[in-house]
């Protein structure tokens, strides 16, 4: 593919179609989706910088909407973690569908709740090759899925937001992949302060590229 493929897409998961906006660049690296948090949408103006940063660097993006408007304004569906896993999961075996993601390696970044349904969805999907969590829920996901995801997962959380900082070290106690913990300074849970985003989106973006790194060709003959 010599063309960037951006567009609006709509996603049918089941009875559902999800709205979701995917962004692919020419030969793109992968193509990171994103796991919303509670009330948040694929217009979340956060994941947007991020995802802004990371197609810089050469990475296709998937923004989705997991719930659709109606299911949103029930609130216990945001924290519905086995819906949003479902939804996550479905969008996933639908991005490779897409002829423009052929041979596109695949990871997530979730972000609050969105954390514990990417990662309870990487458990069950091989071709998941890493996740990366901002200010995340990964206490949410099911223990058996803690300890059954392999692709190598990195949790942010700033060092203001201490509950949340608690509750991460003790899920990845849990898990049993290559792991890793980094703590932003003067942080708090939506990384409003000048620069922190930045920060979250370098080190996602650093933690991709060593981990989503394209699988060589093998020659056949």
């Known amino acids: 593919m010599d063309k960037i493929f951006h567009k609006e897409v709509s996603i049918q998961v089941g009875q559902t179609n999800l709205g979701g ?31 802004a940063y990371l197609r810089e660097r050469n990475f296709g993006t998937l923004l989705l909407d997991l719930l659709t408007p109606e299911e949103d304004n029930l609130y216990q569906n945001r924290f519905n973690i086995e819906l949003l896993t ?11 569908r897409v002829p423009a993601a052929k041979n596109c390696r695949i990871g997530y970044f979730g972000a609050s709740t969105g954390a514990a349904s990417a990662l309870q969805a990487a458990a069950g999907l091989e071709q998941v090759g890493a996740v990366v969590s901002r200010g995340g ?3 949410l996901a099911s223990l058996n899925a803690l ?13 203001l937001d201490t509950e949340v900082l608690e509750l991460n070290k003790q899920a990845l ?22 620069g922190k985003l930045d920060e979250v989106a370098k080190l996602a973006s650093a933690w991709f590229e060593t981990y989503l790194k394209p699988v060589p060709i093998r020659n056949r003959y």
């Not at 479902?86 to 490779?96: D, F, I, N, P, V």
């Not at 995801?149 to 990195?154: E, G, Q």
């Not at 106690?173 to 000048?194: N, W």
């Open 21 to 51: 906006e995917l962004y692919i660049p020419p030969g793109a690296k992968a193509i990171i989706v994103f796991s919303h948090g509670s009330g948040s949408s694929r217009f979340s103006t956060r994941n947007q910088q991020v995802a």
């Open 86 to 96: 479902k939804r996550l999961k479905g969008a996933t075996e639908w991005l490779e």
């Open 137 to 139: 829920r990964p206490d």
């Open 147 to 159: 300890k059954a995801v392999k692709a190598p997962v990195l949790c942010i959380v700033g060092s």
């Open 173 to 194: 106690e849990e898990m049993r992949c290559h792991k890793e913990l980094v703590v932003v300074e003067g942080a708090t849970h939506l990384f409003e302060e000048r």
